[in-house]
């Protein structure tokens, strides 16, 4: 059972490994004939190295031939992954004709190609390799640490990349390692991690194979009923993937498990259709499992004629193919067969037939054993000289790197020295060129400047005589229109002075709201042109009380204003009142409330002081808030609400002036906060 096991699960390994070559379209003869074509060498190493992969399980010496080709055509032109293919694809031929010392040290030079030339794939193949030597010497020990290598090769360095869709055939590796060894938990654990990986890809051959590996380990455990559920799952995804030959193995396996769990007509008849199958396909290797197992189930069922008949069968197609252990374990059921039915000559003459094959498989083994053992030592040596002169190499090359060390800090020492010279000197005339090019560049500058500073103040003189000129004279022809539109209106008769009275008032309030508009520009204009100013000692309350006597006594004489906060407070005193008194204003404009209010209050904060206007006016709506800062931006007409536009653009100009931030804070129809943020100034200190 062990021995069956072990080949079940090494054709799982050879399944895995050689599925992609065999998905290829290109057959063997296709792809010679187009290397021998002349296709562009790219391509040529490409075919030369699926050749190579194809002739491994065919012919080794042409496996070899064609990996010698694609690894010199590939060095030629610079393709290092298929350097390392073809040196991974020699050495597994290598250790199939059983020349170890080859195997080893190829596979120890594409260990080194891959070093130098990276590939995640290729090197878990190459450890992989090695773990197979390393089995077939008998020492599982370090099998599995090769195949352990193989697999943490891939998840360390391939984890989000498409290379990881090959990790469950390296851990099914590590499986068949266990098994071997015995150790069927751990060995069903890693067949299980590779099933989910292989599920999440959906690799239905890869989770095929992998679920007849669960079910061969299962029954390894005497766990009969967790094996055929495995097996029969593998099965289905077969009947999907239309694969026969694949098909024979496991309706074999079920039908044997079925014979151990007693259940007789499930198995023949599981058999049966295997034999029928391998009939069809004539697949003479699943045809000699398939009878001895129907020979084992008559032999149980006491159908000893049958049980004979089907071993017959079996034995020939044995003895075709020289496999002598089946032939052993045939013999010995014939034997016992004969024997029940009483014919002790003919089981005697299985039993010696038995017995031949037995001593010859013995001589066989022990023959193995130590050709496995010449294998082991021929190998231990190799890989003792191979340590032997790297630790010579390691010495040689610590000795040439000292003297090289020597030379090398000798030369760097000598060279330092004349580059410093050199830059020392370059500095020297660097720094003379540059003082002379500074002081010519300074004085033109200042001359610059000087000039520059000149016309800005012959501009700013213009440009302020100009504004007040400009103004003086706009506003004296408006006052003037506006006087004599009012005589015009006083001399004309009563009936034609009714029919015009709305003309006339259009005109006054037009006249007024331009006048305005002057005085309100020629006050931002003088603002943006003003110095910061010094700062003084303000008293709060009665400074609201004297700005609340500037308010316009009709307009705002229902408004009610409250101050609450701070005393006394230093900052500059013009600027804070153009703030305030805009601000107040404001508040008291646009307010549609029984009882407009207005408080103001201030607190410090650091050394900041925090003054904060709230009114119960109309509100501003969010996407108005930013825009009310600026000149001439307006949010209702002029017939609705009086003003010019600039009232908080003088007063975000004013806070400016202070070196402080304006923030709102509003909601339409629940009234407005304007918080104003700026430093308090010390005794002596001037706004910036």
């Known amino acids: 059972m062990a021995c069956r096991l072990k080949l079940m699960l090494w054709g799982c390994y050879c399944l895995l490994a050689c599925a992609p070559l065999f998905s290829q379209k290109l057959t063997a003869d296709s792809v010679l004939l187009m290397v021998e074509q002349g296709q562009p060498d790219t391509l040529q190493v490409e075919y030369l190295t699926k050749l190579s992969s194809y002739y491994m399980r065919r012919d080794l010496k042409k496996a070899i031939h064609f990996a010698d080709r694609a690894q010199q055509l590939a060095e030629q032109t610079g393709q290092y992954d298929h350097i390392g293919k073809a040196l991974t694809i020699k050495s597994v031929a290598y250790l199939d004709k059983g020349m170890i010392d080859s195997a080893n040290i190829i596979a120890e030079q594409a260990e ?166 391998s009939d069809t396909l004539e697949y003479t290797t699943g045809r000699l499992s398939v009878l001895s197992v129907l020979a084992n189930f008559s032999l149980q069922q006491k159908d000893y004629r049958r049980a004979l008949d089907w071993a017959q069968k079996a034995l020939a197609l044995a003895q075709k193919d020289g496999n002598q252990e089946s032939a052993m374990e045939l013999y010995d059921l014939m034997a016992k067969a004969e024997a029940e039915r009483g014919r002790y000559d003919k089981a005697y003459e299985y039993r010696s037939l038995y017995a031949a094959a037995s001593d010859s498989a013995q001589v066989q083994k022990r023959q193995q054993n130590l050709d496995q053992l010449k294998m082991a030592y021929e190998l231990e040596k190799t890989e003792q000289e191979n340590e032997y002169l790297k630790e010579q190499r390691a010495k040689d090359r610590v000795i040439i790197g000292q003297r090289n060390t020597v030379m090398v800090v000798g030369a760097a020492a000598l060279l330092l020295l004349i580059l410093v010279i050199i830059l020392i000197y370059r500095d020297l005339q660097r720094k003379q060129s540059y003082n002379q090019q500074l002081e010519t560049t300074v004085a033109q500058r200042t001359e610059a400047l000087q000039q520059a500073n000149k016309d800005l103040e012959q501009a700013n003189y213009e440009l302020s005589t100009l504004s007040y000129i400009a103004s003086h004279d706009i506003k004296e022809p408006i006052r003037v229109l506006s006087n004599y539109v009012g005589l015009i209106r006083k001399r004309l008769p009563e009936e034609l002075k009714n029919g015009l009275k709305d003309y006339f008032e259009i005109i006054q309030t037009s006249s007024r709201q331009l006048y305005t508009l ?171």
């Open 112 to 277: 080194a190609h891959f070093r130098e030339h990276p590939n995640v794939l290729e090197l878990s193949n190459l450890y992989s390799t090695r773990g197979h030597l390393e089995r077939r010497l008998g020492r599982n020990d370090k099998a599995f640490e090769w195949y352990i290598k193989s697999v943490r090769n891939i998840e360390k360095h391939a984890k989000d990349s498409s290379v990881y869709y090959a990790l469950p055939a390296f851990l099914n590796n590590v499986a068949i390692s266990l098994l071997q060894q015995g150790d069927y938990d751990e060995s069903l654990r890693y067949l299980k991690e590779a099933l989910t990986l292989a599920q999440a890809k959906n690799s239905k051959l890869t989770v095929c194979v992998l679920l007849s590996g669960i079910g061969s380990c299962l029954e390894a455990k005497e766990d009969y009923q967790g094996a055929l559920e495995s097996f029969q799952q593998s099965l289905a995804i077969k009947d999907e993937i239309k694969d026969q030959v694949g098909k024979i193995s496991l309706l074999n396996n079920i039908g044997r498990l079925y014979v151990k769990m007693g259940r007789f007509e499930a198995a023949e008849a599981h058999l049966q259709e295997a034999l029928l199958l």
């Open 518 to 688: 002057i005085e309100d520009f020629m006050r931002y204009s003088e603002l943006a042109r003003q110095e910061n100013g010094e700062a003084e000692q303000i008293d709060m309350h009665l400074f609201i009380q004297n700005l609340t006597k500037t308010l316009g006594p009709g307009e705002y004489a229902t408004g009610k204003i409250d101050y609450q906060g701070l005393d006394v407070v230093r900052v500059n005193r013009s600027m804070l009142f153009l703030v305030l008194k805009n601000l107040i204003e404001n508040g008291l404009k646009y307010n549609k409330s029984e009882q407009p209010e207005v408080l103001v209050s201030c607190t410090r904060q650091g050394a900041h002081l925090a003054l904060r206007v709230t009114d119960n006016g109309i509100g501003i709506p969010e996407p108005f808030q930013e825009k009310i800062f600026e000149a001439f931006k307006r949010l209702h007409s002029r017939a609705e609400y009086g003003g010019t536009g600039l009232g908080l653009a003088i007063v975000k100009l004013a806070v400016g002036k202070l070196g402080g931030e304006i923030q709102l804070e509003s909601e339409e129809g629940k009234g407005s906060t304007f918080i104003v943020t700026c430093r308090e100034q010390v005794n002596g200190e001037r706004e910036h």
